[in-house]
């Protein structure tokens, strides 16, 4: 798989996992990419490590995954993709988290992404849950979170280039990527105004009344305990009015104890970790 044009879409039992992927299919149609539908076990993590020397591990596995292939396949089932090129890649590990960022990390994917909650209107407020927030602050890659309303047939995509005060390097790569985003969707780019681009409330209003259907922000700088709050980009979350796409600060590093504690399948198996 061609790393640069790959999207992973993040598969979770608890909604939006078909949004996802029909937001997924719309931009690989249009990017030529190839989408990995990609769920996470966390129920037998303890296994991971025993499965080298323990048979009996290794078998609680395989089961896990033969468990999780059913559901992956009745949403793949649920898209008309016959154009597509649809994988799929389950993970054994102690958090979704754990397993994302090893995956990201063997795949790059050009974006991961997720369903917020299925058929959400677009001008619901959401109640944030903790494990969406820590999602968010420790993806190792730009993530697309969908809300699973339509977008128009040429998206329109708004950048708020200081939001959230990012550096220059996370600017060039909220640039770089929205634009190439948008040239192949044959979208509209929508210029922020300034006064609207610092505090979300003042950004929802501006996209909800220029209708646009991705708002491109940077994620927060990375904290030193991930239990630290980070009520701007929390209250975005909560009340922007379209899908929002996150762009990292910048690579997070990933513990080799995490990597090791992380099993997967992937089908195909090309770039299994």
């Excluded at 505090?199 to 909800?208: D, G, I, N, Y």
């Amino acid at each position: 798989m061609d790393a640069a044009t790959s999207i992973l879409v993040l598969v979770d039992r608890s909604g939006g996992a078909q949004a996802a992927l029909q937001k997924a299919s719309v931009l690989a149609r249009h990017l030529g990419a190839v989408i990995e539908l990609f769920s996470c076990d966390t129920d037998h993590a303890s296994a991971v490590a025993r499965q080298a020397s323990d048979p009996a591990a290794k078998r609680v596995i395989e089961a896990c995954f033969d468990d999780n292939a059913s559901y992956r396949e009745a949403l793949r089932g649920s898209v008309v993709a016959r154009d597509l090129d649809i994988r799929q890649c389950v993970a054994c590990a102690a958090s979704i988290i754990d397993g994302l960022a090893a995956r990201v990390e063997a795949l790059s994917p050009m974006l991961v992404v997720r369903g917020v909650v299925e058929g959400a209107s677009s001008g619901a407020h959401l109640t944030l849950r903790p494990e969406l927030v820590q999602l968010v602050k420790q993806v190792t890659a730009p993530i697309l979170l969908t809300r699973g309303g339509p977008w128009a047939p040429s998206p329109r995509f708004a950048m708020a280039p200081t939001f959230n005060a990012p550096d220059a390097a996370t600017q060039a790569r909220m640039i770089a990527l929205t634009q190439h985003l948008n040239s192949g969707c044959g979208g509209s780019l929508i210029e922020v105004e300034e006064g609207a681009s610092h505090h979300p409330q003042a950004l929802c209003e501006f996209v909800s009344h220029r209708q646009a259907d991705i708002l491109v922000v940077a994620g927060c700088p990375q904290p030193k305990s991930f239990a630290t709050r980070a009520p701007e980009l929390e209250g975005l979350l909560t009340a922007a009015p379209c899908d929002l796409l996150i762009v990292p600060r910048g690579p997070i590093a990933s513990s080799m104890i995490a990597r090791l504690s992380v099993a997967f399948r992937a089908n195909p198996s090309h770039r299994d970790p």
